[in-house]
């Protein structure tokens, strides 16, 4: 009986008993293993003689997911580059396009690769979820061209170091992803009104339409939402979009945006003065609206939303040259904007008395319609009147209190309004 220490030994047992004229099949029976194992060795050892016997190493002679250093050490630097950013992100998404706008590879390594390589190199960290969800309660459109549906927010009542309080004013464009992001002392429609005219349109291009929460167009006066921000809207042929009062997911794209405005400064880094976070946000806009890796090249031809909005700008409406809001202030720094055609659309829910309110004013709908239920009212400054629709279909006409606009935009509205050109919002509302 045969007695083997190690594998190797096994091995030179399998072919002294084949020399002495033993079968595969009775090695096998003999050493405890199988024929075909028997065979493997008497093969190698025919082929290589002792050294068949040792065993090979099991990596292969040509690795294709071995990167060669200069690849490694591109990934690794890019990494390390974007970590240093005040304001970029380092994941392996953001390293694949940072590469990929450096062109010195030939070609960019998958993200599994580059996640190998960095875990390797003790790059990564723990993954951080989003502390709000930006999920839509509705049906909501899907824009993905620029100069379509732009949405506007506050971020109220911020303290920096030494108790210095500031709002801060996020304008987005939802199809391109460019950004305008401007802090102010007092949060006052004309100080958004000048960001939006002075700084926000010059860059991103009049949209269609503008999506708002109910600060921008509330006042304390029954029949009467035409509030600066309202006013400069119809001025240059934009349709407002009030979304509902105290509900959330209608103007989900800005809420992202100012998610991300907050995680990527204050959130991130102290400041002692205004003046101090005003430079910061101007290195968070360039990297936001330059190097910010979002769009999909195949449908934008771009990763990234200056360069978007910058391939279509022949297409887009802009401000008239030279435009200042200043200019439409009275002796009393009190704007005197006239009401121009065009058409204000509100969001609202049916009260429990079959009405909806605009402007501390209620408007009553048909009966039929049940409590709770989303429609769409939009008051046509041109003919004074309020037209409710549900689900596209008109439910309700009357007769807005005002005097009908007489004065056409700077840029001719639409035909219709921008949910009559969305069917899936169309038949959400």
């Not at 190797?8 to 033993?22: F, K, Q, S």
């Not at 190998?116 to 960290?125: D, F, I, Q």
């Not at 209620?362 to 319609?369: D, F, G, M, R, T």
């Amino acid at each position: 009986m045969f007695v083997v220490g190690d594998e190797v030994d096994m091995r030179r047992a399998a072919i002294e008993l084949a020399g002495r004229g033993w079968k595969p099949t009775a090695i096998g029976r003999k050493l405890g293993r199988s024929r075909e194992w028997v065979r493997v060795w008497l093969g190698r050892y025919r082929t290589e003689g002792e050294l068949g016997l040792v065993d090979r190493s099991r990596q292969p002679r040509n690795s294709p997911s071995r990167f060669p250093d200069e690849v490694i050490a591109e990934i690794v630097a890019v990494r390390r580059f974007l970590d240093a950013d005040r304001f970029a992100n380092s994941g392996a998404g953001a390293v694949a396009a940072e590469i990929e706008r450096r062109a010195v590879l030939g070609r960019v390594p998958s993200l599994s690769s580059i996640k190998r390589v960095l875990t390797e190199a003790g790059l990564t960290r723990p993954y951080r979820k989003r502390r709000r969800s930006t999920i839509s309660v509705l049906g909501l459109p899907k824009v993905t061209a620029p100069g379509v549906w732009q949405q506007s927010d506050w971020v109220q009542d911020r303290l920096l170091e030494g108790g210095i309080r500031f709002s801060s004013l996020q304008i987005s464009d939802v199809g391109s992803h460019l950004m305008s992001a401007g802090q102010h002392r007092q949060r006052t429609l004309l100080a958004a009104v000048g960001q939006l005219t002075n700084r926000a349109w010059p860059a991103m291009s009049i949209p269609l339409a503008m999506g708002t929460d109910n600060a921008f167009s509330k006042t304390s006066h029954p029949n009467n939402p035409w509030t600066v921000w309202i006013k400069v809207l119809l001025m240059f042929g934009v349709e407002p979009i009030v979304s509902p009062p105290n509900s959330l997911g209608f103007t989900n794209h800005i809420e992202a945006v100012n998610w991300l405005w907050q995680d990527r400064t204050i959130n991130r880094h102290r400041y002692a003065s205004l003046e101090e976070l005003t430079i910061d946000n101007l290195g968070f806009l360039e990297w936001a609206n330059t190097r910010r890796a979002i769009l999909d090249p195949d449908l934008c031809g771009t990763r990234y939303p200056a360069d978007y909005v910058t391939a279509h700008a022949s297409t887009l409406r802009w401000p008239p040259p030279g435009f200042n809001i200043g200019d439409y202030l009275d002796g009393t720094d009190t704007p005197r904007i006239p009401l121009t055609r065009g058409r204000v659309t509100f969001l609202r829910y049916v009260n429990p008395d079959h009405t909806i309110e605009i402007a501390n004013t209620p408007w009553p709908v048909p009966p039929s319609l049940p409590i709770g239920v989303l429609v769409v009212a939009a008051i046509n400054t041109d003919n004074a009147n309020l037209e409710i629709r549900h689900r596209g279909e008109l439910v309700a006409r009357h007769h807005y209190p005002m005097s009908p606009a007489t004065i056409d935009p700077y840029h001719p509205a639409t035909n219709n309004g921008l949910l009559d050109h969305l069917p899936t919002m169309s038949r959400t509302l």
